[in-house]
C-alpha cells in the first residue's frame, strides 16, 4: 500500500469516492486569525533563526576585540536581531507566511480574509 495514495487516505477517513470533503474550517473568521498569527509568527522564527546563523558567522570571523565579540554587544544585537525578525514577519517581507496561507486557507476564503499583501517590487529596465 503506498502511504501517499489519497483514495487510500479518503476510503479511511470513511469517504467514499463520491463523497466530498467536509467543509474547510478557513470560512471561520477564528480560524482565519489563528492560521494568520501563527504563520506570521512561523515567518518570524524562520527570520531571526536566519539572522542569528548569519550573526554567528560574523562572530565566528571577528577578531578578538571586535564589537561583535563583546558580549554585551551581543545580546543587544540578539534582541535587535529577534526585533527585527518580527517587524520584517509582520510586514511579511519574505512570502513564508503568505505561502502557508495559501496552503491552510481554500481559495473560496481568502478575499474574506483580505488580499495578501504583495511584496515590493522594484522597477526593472530593459535594455
Do not use: C, W, Y
Amino acid at each position: 500500500m503506498n502511504p501517499l495514495d489519497l483514495t487510500t487516505k479518503l476510503n479511511r477517513a470513511g469517504m467514499g469516492p463520491g463523497q466530498e470533503a467536509a467543509v474547510a474550517p478557513a470560512a471561520d473568521p477564528v480560524f482565519v486569525a489563528k492560521a494568520t498569527k501563527a504563520a506570521i509568527e512561523f515567518e518570524s522564527f524562520f527570520i531571526g533563526n536566519m539572522l542569528q546563523q548569519m550573526r554567528n558567522g560574523t562572530r565566528a570571523m571577528a577578531e578578538d576585540e571586535s564589537v561583535f565579540k563583546d558580549p554585551v554587544n551581543r545580546d543587544m544585537q540578539d534582541m535587535a536581531d529577534k526585533l527585527m525578525a518580527g517587524q520584517m514577519a509582520h510586514q511579511r517581507a519574505f512570502g513564508v507566511a503568505d505561502a502557508i496561507l495559501r496552503q491552510l486557507l481554500p481559495a473560496v476564503a481568502a478575499p474574506a480574509a483580505g488580499p495578501l499583501p504583495m511584496p515590493l517590487q522594484t522597477s526593472r529596465q530593459k535594455i
